[in-house]
T-cell receptor, first 110, second 110 residues
Framework: NAGVTQTPKFRVLKTGQSMTLLCAQD?????MYWYRQDPGMGLRLIHY???????AKGEVPDGYNVSRLKKQNFLLGLESAAPSQTSVYFC?????????FGSGTRLTVV | RKEVEQDPGPFNVPEGATVAFNCTYS??????FFWYRQDCRKEPKLLMS???SGNEDGRFTAQLNRASQYISLLIRDSKLSDSATYLC???????????FGRGTSLIVHP
């Protein structure tokens, strides 16, 4: 099915470990986004990309890095995980308010 | 003042009821408006766009009031399956970054 695919779906990390979340879309969208969602906080933008090779910081970028080497992929990296990064992470692609989200990654940092 | 504000609820209504949510926005340059639905532990999905003249999709009606800077969502004949969180999304013209409200929780009970 066309859409946005996120991997992995679940992950438990120890404090200080690193990991990469992968987002892949097959809709040829230029714009891609990474959000985190915490109870009572709504969706918060971490980083976004307006095209291959470009990235920009969102509302809560600290502790995360991203790369967009190919148009269809947007990677989110945690270099040294902290318990405060325990959250549900959503990738989205689209533009002008019309977005398709991935099914999310539930990350727990212990 | 937050850019986009929603009453978090929950709105607890019986099946068959009519319920309405509002979402206020602060940026007068906002040009496009949407309602998303998010089921528990799932990703947000586009419910409907909101057009200036108002629009309807089955039991759902969306309205825009530019003068007072709010959008609304009316659900008629509520179903148990309508239980979810409803997010409003506002996009300023020329902006890559949408602004999400924190969502309004709806619980439809038998």
């Amino acid at each position: 099915n066309a859409g946005v695919t996120q991997t992995p779906k679940f992950r438990v990390l120890k404090t200080g470990q690193s990991m990469t979340l992968l987002c892949a879309q097959d809709m040829n969208h230029e714009y891609m986004y990474w959000y985190r969602q915490d109870p009572g906080m709504g969706l918060r933008l971490i980083h976004y990309s307006v095209g291959e090779g470009t990235t920009a910081k969102g509302e809560v970028p600290d502790g995360y890095n991203v790369s967009r080497l190919k148009k269809q992929n947007f990677l989110l990296g945690l270099e040294s995980a902290a318990p405060s990064q325990t959250s549900v992470y959503f990738c989205a692609s689209g533009e002008q308010g019309l977005y398709t989200f991935g099914s999310g990654t539930r990350l727990t940092v212990v | 003042r937050k850019e986009v504000e929603q009453d978090p609820g929950p709105f607890n209504v019986p099946e068959g009821a009519t319920v309405a949510f509002n979402c206020t926005y602060s940026n007068s340059a906002s040009q496009s408006f949407f309602w998303y639905r998010q089921d528990c532990r799932k990703e947000p999905k586009l419910l409907m766009s909101v057009y200036s003249s108002g629009n309807e999709d089955g039991r759902f009606t969306a309205q825009l009031n530019r003068a007072s800077q709010y959008i609304s969502l009316l659900i008629r004949d509520s179903k148990l399956s309508d239980s979810a969180t409803y997010l409003c999304v506002v996009n300023a013209g020329g902006s890559y970054i949408p602004t999400f409200g924190r969502g309004t929780s709806l619980i439809v009970h038998p």
